[in-house]
T-cell receptor, first 114, second 110 residues
């Protein structure tokens, strides 16, 4: 299994809603990532989990809350989002925490906040 | 100065053409280098890693110049299916993660 699976593929939520994005990989990768990508921009790093521990938080607002229940799963809990948070949210994993072998990306969740 | 810089393009080339993209990086401690391809509204996919000695994969050739801190991607005999955004990605070493360039948009025309 060489895939990173993300659900849902599309999500529309109101500013008062609470929702969660899910990511799963079964490649035995030890690092997992959340990225945010706006149209015509490169992916921006949000969070890094290394060996199930949060190692990097790139000053992301608290309305985004990551969770790593185990080495295969990564969640992103969303609460009280703003319309400007609408974007493609990408999960990725890598063999090592430094990304020396590159990242494998999931197909993303396209989020629209209304 | 941005950590990773690319010419955003767009590059519009006819089928069969050869096209080259360059990318510069600012951190001399960078250890790993990659080219990713991203199709419209899809996730980035690893195209190839870039090794110090240069490497080739079919029509694609990647080069690394550590002295000048740039990497390049050459695409020969362009196909319509090569149309995509090409992202230069660099690992800045130490505890840093992969850093993405802004991407170069390529359109191959019939």
């Amino acid at each position: 299994d060489t895939e990173v699976t993300q659900t849902p593929k599309h999500l529309v939520m109101g500013m008062t809603n609470k929702k969660s994005l899910k990511c799963e990989q079964h490649m035995g990768h030890r690092a997992m990532y959340w990225y945010k990508q706006k149209a015509k921009k490169p992916p921006e790093l949000m969070f890094v989990y290394s060996y199930e521990k949060l190692s990097i938080n790139e000053s992301v607002p608290s309305r985004f809350s990551p969770e790593c229940p185990n080495s295969s799963l990564l969640n992103l809990h969303l609460h009280a989002l703003q319309p400007e948070d609408s974007a493609l949210y990408l999960c990725a994993s890598s063999q090592d925490a430094g990304g020396n072998y590159g990242y494998t990306f999931g197909s993303g969740t396209r989020l629209t906040v209304v | 100065r941005k950590e990773v810089e690319q010419d955003p393009g767009p590059f519009n080339v006819p089928e069969g053409a050869t096209v080259a993209f360059n990318c510069t990086y600012s951190n001399s401690a960078s250890q790993s280098f990659f080219w990713y391809r991203q199709d419209c509204r899809k996730e980035p996919k690893l195209l190839m890693s870039v090794y110090s000695s240069g490497n080739e994969d079919g029509r694609f050739t990647a080069q690394l110049n550590r002295a000048s801190q740039y990497i390049s991607l050459l695409i020969r005999d362009s196909k319509l299916s090569d149309s995509a955004t090409y992202l230069c990605v660099v690992n800045a070493g130490s505890a840093r993660q992969l850093t993405f360039g802004s991407g170069t948009q390529l359109t191959v025309l019939p």
